[in-house]
Structure formats: C-alpha cells, structure tokens
C-alpha cells in the first residue's frame, strides 16, 4: 500500500469527479468557490451515510423523534440564538492579492531578536512558508511561532502575509456576519430580512414542545434532523471540507438540569461507537476538548471528535453541553413558556440540552478519505458496504449466448432492494477495477457454467477472492453483508 501523502487531497478530488462522486458547481461558468454537486455515486454515499446516521439516532430508540424544519425562520429566532450579534469571525485581508484570512487560523513567524520582518502563514500549510522563509534567507531557529491573536497591531507593518513577499499588506481584523440576508416578499427592506439557517439546531428548539406533545415523549428524549445549512465562511477551502452550503446531521437530547454531565458522557461514547459502525478505522479518530477560552459562549463543555484528514486532525463533529441556554432565550425573546413540568418529580424547569451535531458532506470526506486506498494494480475506496454507494456489480461474461439475459433478469431482482450495477461492456478484469474505484463489495459474474449449474462466481472487492454461489443465494448472500 502507498504512503498517504500530502497530494492526497488532489487525488481524492480527481477519483471523485472522474468517477462521478462530487462535482464543482456551476463548473461550465468556471465554477463557484466553495460550492459543489453530488454525482451519481456521490449522491449514493450521502444518501447512506443519513440513512445510518438516522437509523442509529431515529429507528433504533424509543427515546428521538426526526424533524424536518423550514430553512427560513422568523428573524428573532437568530436574535435569541445570538447569531445577529455574535456569529462573526474576524477576518483580515491582503491588500495586495485580495485573499481573506480568518485571524485565528493564522500563525506567525516572529523573530526572537525583537528586529526584522513576522511572516504569517495558515495553519497547516508548514511546507508553502518554508519555502518562502528559505527564499528569504530566514534562520526559523531564530524565530518562535505564535497565534495572530497575540501579534500586537502595531507590528501588523513588518508583518509579510501568506501569499506575498512585501510587508504590510494585511489589514487589521474586522468582524464579519457569517450568516446569509436575503429579503422575503417583494421590498428590500430592513423589516423583511430573513437570513438563510446557519445551523438546523434552531429549528429543534422553537419545536421542542411540539415534538414533544405530539411524540408524547418525556424529559429525557431527543430530537433529530437532517438539512442543509449555509455560513458565508470567510475561508472556505479543502475540497468538501469547508463549505458555505452544506448539510448538518444534529440532534438535540433535552434532560433534567443535573443530569446533564452523564448524558454528556453517555453521548460522547455512543457517537464513537457510531463511527466504529460506519467502517472509520478508530486510529484516525480522537477527541479534541475545548478549553475555557475556547468554548461557545453557551457551552458548559465541548468536545470535538476530530478525524485525521490528509490535512491534519480537524473537527468532523462536536459535542457540546449547551446548558438551558437556548431554551431559555426562546423563551425570553417569544415571551412563551417553554417549561416543562416534570410529573414524576413535579418540578418545572427549562431543560439543559445535550448536542451531537456533524456535517454530512465532512462524513462524506472521511468515508472516502479513510477508504481511498492505493494497491500495486489497482485504486480500489473499501467502504462500509453499508454505506457503499453501489452494493453489487453483475457482470455477463459476454453478452451473447444468453448470459446478458441471465444478468439481467437477476438485476430485476436486486434492484427491488439494493442499488446495483448492470455492466456489460470490456473485460471482465476491467470492469472489476472500474466497481473497485467506486467501492462496489461484491461483484457477480454470469459465465456458461451459470447456464449449465445455476452458480455465479461472487467476487469480493477487498481480498480479490472469488468464489461460486448458486444464483439463488445471490439475495441472501447481499442482505448478510451489505445491509
Ligand atoms: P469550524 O470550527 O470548522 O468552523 P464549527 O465549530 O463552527 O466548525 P459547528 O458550528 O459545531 O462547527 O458545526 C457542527 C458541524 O457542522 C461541524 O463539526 C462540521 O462537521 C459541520 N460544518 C460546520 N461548518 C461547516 C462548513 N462550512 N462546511 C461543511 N461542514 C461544516
């Protein structure tokens, strides 16, 4: 197996756009930044990875309820939840190559001495400024790194940016509203802003009581949902991995004041164990805490599970005790009551909310990434079958003689319960690599024997091996291990 190396990334790119997973958007008009469409394998993979997702948190439990709240809100919605006010990141921009920064992704080289130019450079990319600081003839040992955040302002004219060699083209942070206006109804007025949801939680929330009474559910219980959400991010970038449209799985558990540590830690391991299901290999997962400066200002504790991304170790979800916090604000803002009496221990309080809340199109990156594996022969993504966008390829020998009718009809069949692949056309070798670059498990392969004993040779995708089935068995054989 190969090194995965920094290139990486393009290679990933490159397989999911040759092979249909992920396309830039809007690509013909040259593409619109940050933006992408799923393909037809693309749209497979994220379909399974909710079905999952949702099966784990919805089907399988008595205690969630699934919801599928409108994108647009009532605009107080994102007053109370603090967004108006605080969901802003600041953000600085070169003067010169018009790039935009978010201050607190970057670091900078400051020269011990006291004298002399700071470079600043993104986090993650050590080997882009070691280039430039070699060009410059700059010692690094006679340097320390340190977060923008702590560079006085008034050093910000010997600061050199990421992408030019002249100091002082940074301008100072400003905030910036991460979140997207538009107006509703015909007048471009102040009154009818509405933004575009910057998270799917809110929608939780101004339902919890609905949810509540009309799943007749008691305190503890959840609420989950799927949607898209939008955020202008100032620096988005890494393929699917920062987006400004993108979509959240989160779900919201409502428990007694009190309790709420438990079942913080109760979450904590149940959604890695989530993971575990989903096919991620553990190694390339951990937990990341936030520290006191760190957290959200509702957060009481924050966890992230971070993954290893061939970029580094980033979030790929969080979870976070966010306390009465939102409830308690709705509240406020709606003046409505949003407490729930308690009939066992006849109180009445404002639950504390316990989040999981992750990005599909991240699960979508990592289900890819931790699958892309590169062989002496072939490149073959060892998906989850679960969430593998096909599940079988069949595959005639040839199209004559009747083996392509044969194929066919078990296609029929299948198709009934699994998405699968009819492929008549090549070698039969090339055919299993094209299934392998898409991750397909098994692929079945209809020869004249078939004609005279009924039995297929299944192939399956990780080993190689193959071995004969009788035609029959082929349903049975995918439900045991693709479902
Ligand atoms: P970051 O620090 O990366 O901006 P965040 O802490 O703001 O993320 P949350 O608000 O906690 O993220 O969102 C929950 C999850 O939603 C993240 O863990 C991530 O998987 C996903 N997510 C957030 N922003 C984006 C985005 N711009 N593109 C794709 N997924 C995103």
């Not at 399974?48 to 699934?66: A, C, F, P, Q, T």
């Not at 937990?287 to 957060?299: C, D, T």
């Not at 969430?387 to 078990?410: F, H, R, S, T, W």
């Not at 005279?452 to 192939?459: F, I």
Request: proline letters at 5%; glycine letters at 6%; charged letters at 30%.
């Amino acid at each position: 197996m190969a090194n995965k190396t920094s290139d990486t990334m393009d290679k990933l790119v490159s397989l999911c756009k040759r092979r249909g997973f992920i396309f830039q958007s809007s690509e013909i008009y040259g593409g619109i930044n940050s933006c992408y469409d799923y393909g037809p394998m693309g749209v497979e993979l994220k379909k399974n990875i909710k079905d999952l997702w949702w099966k784990s948190m919805v089907y399988e439990r008595d205690d969630i309820e699934g919801l599928d709240a409108s994108i647009l809100m009532h605009p107080t919605v994102w007053k109370a939840s603090g967004h108006v006010d605080g969901f802003t990141d600041p953000m600085l921009d070169c003067r010169e190559t018009k790039s935009r920064y978010r201050e607190d992704q970057l670091l900078v080289y400051v020269p011990l001495s006291g004298e002399g130019l700071l470079y600043a450079f993104p986090e993650g990319y050590p080997e882009r400024i070691e280039k430039k600081l070699r060009k410059a003839k700059v010692d690094t040992t006679e340097y320390q790194i340190q977060p923008l955040t702590e560079i006085d302002k008034s050093l910000y004219s010997r600061l050199v940016g990421p992408d030019t060699d002249e100091p002082g083209t940074l301008t100072e942070p400003r905030m910036f509203n991460l979140m997207f206006k538009t107006f509703m109804g015909p007048v471009e007025a102040d009154a009818n802003i509405v933004y575009l949801r910057p998270e799917t939680a809110q929608g939780i929330y101004v339902n919890f009581h609905n949810v509540r009474e009309a799943g007749r559910q008691k305190v503890p219980f959840g609420i989950a949902q799927i949607g898209k959400a939008f955020r202008n991010e100032i620096t988005p970038g890494n393929f699917i991995f920062r987006m400004r449209e993108f979509e959240q799985m989160e779900m919201q558990f409502f428990v007694r004041p009190g309790s709420d540590e438990d079942w913080f830690d109760y979450w904590k391991e149940q959604r890695l164990k989530w993971y575990e299901r989903a096919g991620i290999k553990s190694e390339n997962l951990r937990f990341s805490e936030h520290g006191p400066g760190e957290l959200a200002h509702y957060a009481k504790a924050a966890f992230d599970i971070q993954y290893q991304f061939p970029f580094g170790w980033s979030e790929l979800e969080g979870i976070h005790n966010r306390t009465d916090y939102d409830l308690g604000r709705h509240e406020e803002f709606s003046k409505k009551n949003l407490k729930y009496f308690d009939q066992d221990s006849q109180e009445k309080y404002i639950p504390y909310v316990v989040e999981t809340s992750t990005g599909v199109d991240r699960q979508v990156l990592v289900s890819i990434a931790d699958a892309y594996e590169e062989e002496e022969e072939r490149v073959v993504l060892r998906f989850n079958p679960a969430v593998a966008p096909m599940k079988a390829a069949i595959l005639p020998l040839v199209k004559k003689d009747g083996l392509a009718e044969v194929a066919q009809n078990i296609v029929g069949k299948l198709r009934k319960q699994f998405r699968v692949f009819y492929d008549e056309s090549g070698a039969v070798g090339r055919r299993y690599r094209r299934q392998d670059e898409i991750g397909t498990p098994y692929c079945f392969t209809i020869d004249y024997e078939t004609k005279e004993n009924n039995t297929v040779t299944v192939r399956d995708r990780d080993s190689m091996a193959q071995e004969r089935i009788s035609q029959d068995r082929i349903m049975d054989y995918l439900v045991d291990r693709v479902l």
